[in-house]
């Protein structure tokens, strides 16, 4: 029994000792990239003093995203997720385009992520059952506005910057790189201010036509097709107005005209519409949009009301039922 284990084990050891070339085509030193420190500066401003709707505030965002992009081709190569004022990134070598905005927005969607130049905010079309509840007004011939019909989007927070990501060595394993994130929507204060009648108005709805469609923030560079942006607004019968606040991407690009709708419902479910260009009061610095030409709303009548008297305006009376 001896003999037969001493001879195995010899057999085993023979076994076990294969010869193997060592290899000195490359290293074997495990591959490193640099650590990115990314500070973010985040910019609250909407330029509108006062922000009645919650929808408009620019609120600190809980995730950020970070979009690494090819420099030369704007192919996606990286992404990463860092908090509101940055973070620590991984990142490969390389020549990039980094695009960093805010990853919570409820109306805002993103789409076209895969390159540079296709990534594009957008807020959806109004709902089928809104647009059937609109559509004696949209469909009657007074509604000249291209494009579809969305709701106002909210404020989404955009950094951009060309970083270079030298290879790792002992010496330089971190590079820390700063950016300010700042708002690519608009915000606008809206008042009608001088209503006759304003006690009985049940609802009001509101379109500003030739809006930017979205936002291709990765080249920083507002949609050439155009929308019409809705919102609802308040009755204020104590200080005898309407207001609201809304969001757009911005007015279209080029030399078009912007006018607002006004849809006003009496108790009755009369509705009387009024339409005024108001192309320049975008370019005011304060961002308010006021209307003080007079509006006069008649008490309901049995059997619908009389459509208004103003001047200057465009009007139809029209019925719309009420479900």
Known sequence: ???????????????????KELCYDHSHQPVYNLSLTLNLELDLNTRLEVSDEAHTRIKVPE????????????????????GPYGGDIHVPTGSYSMVVYSFDTEWTWIRGENNKD????????????????????TQSGKYNAPGPIIYTPDHLLVARKEVDIPPYTLDQ????????AATVVETYGFEVTNINGIEYIASVEAFVTNQARSSFFGRGEKSAVPATVYFPLEVDKEKGLLKSTF????????ESLSYLHILLTD???????????????????????TIDEPIDIPQPETGGGIAPT??????????????
């Open 1 to 19: 029994m001896r003999k037969l284990s001493f001879f195995t084990a010899l057999l085993l050891c023979f076994a076990s000792c294969q010869y």
């Open 63 to 82: 995730l950020m995203k970070v979009c690494f992009y090819d420099s030369l081709t704007g192919a996606l190569a990286h992404t990463a997720f860092v």
């Open 118 to 137: 296709s990534l594009e905010a957008y807020t959806s079309d109004i709902t089928t059952l809104k647009s059937q509840m609109l559509s004696h007004f």
């Open 173 to 180: 394993q971190v590079i820390t790189v700063t950016a300010t």
């Open 247 to 254: 969001n757009t991407f911005g007015k279209l690009p080029g």
């Open 267 to 289: 108790a009755e479910g009369t509705v009387y519409t009024y339409t005024e260009e108001i192309t320049d009061q975008f370019d005011d610095a304060d961002h308010i949009i």
């Open 310 to 323: 103003v001047e200057e305006w465009e009007n139809v009376n029209t019925d719309v039922p009420i479900g």
